[in-house]
């Protein structure tokens, strides 16, 4: 799959260096992904979870590094596209404030 939007995951290890190896893994295994819905998604990744946002939509989340940090993403299985909306503490996923922004 296409990952748009690397630079977040970029940001976010910067800030938080334990959580680089487990996003750069992610980002590898996401791009050689041809997932075609969120059961394929757990086949990798048992925690992800597709969370209604305040639009609508849904969006993808992993937790990162056990469940230290969340990633929030957005997949476009019919176009074999991933796009990172952002990488959180927990505390800050818990405040539910990202789900206002998507």
């Known amino acids: 799959m296409q990952v ?3 630079q977040a995951l ?3 290890w910067k ?3 334990d959580a680089r190896g487990w996003l750069e893994r ?3 295994t996401a791009e050689r992904a041809s997932w ?3 059961h ?3 086949s990798c990744y048992a925690a992800a979870d597709g969370v209604q946002v305040e639009s609508g939509n849904i969006v993808t989340v ?3 590094c056990g469940s230290k940090y969340r990633l929030i993403v957005t ?3 019919a176009r074999d596209v991933i796009y990172v909306w952002e990488v959180l503490t927990h505390a800050e996923y818990d405040r539910d404030l990202w789900k206002e922004k998507l």
């Open 4 to 6: 748009i939007n690397r």
């Open 10 to 12: 970029a940001r976010f």
């Open 15 to 17: 800030k938080h260096p």
């Open 26 to 28: 992610w980002l590898a």
């Open 36 to 38: 075609q819905g969120i």
């Open 40 to 42: 394929e998604v757990r």
């Open 62 to 64: 992993f937790n990162v």
């Open 75 to 77: 997949i476009s299985y």
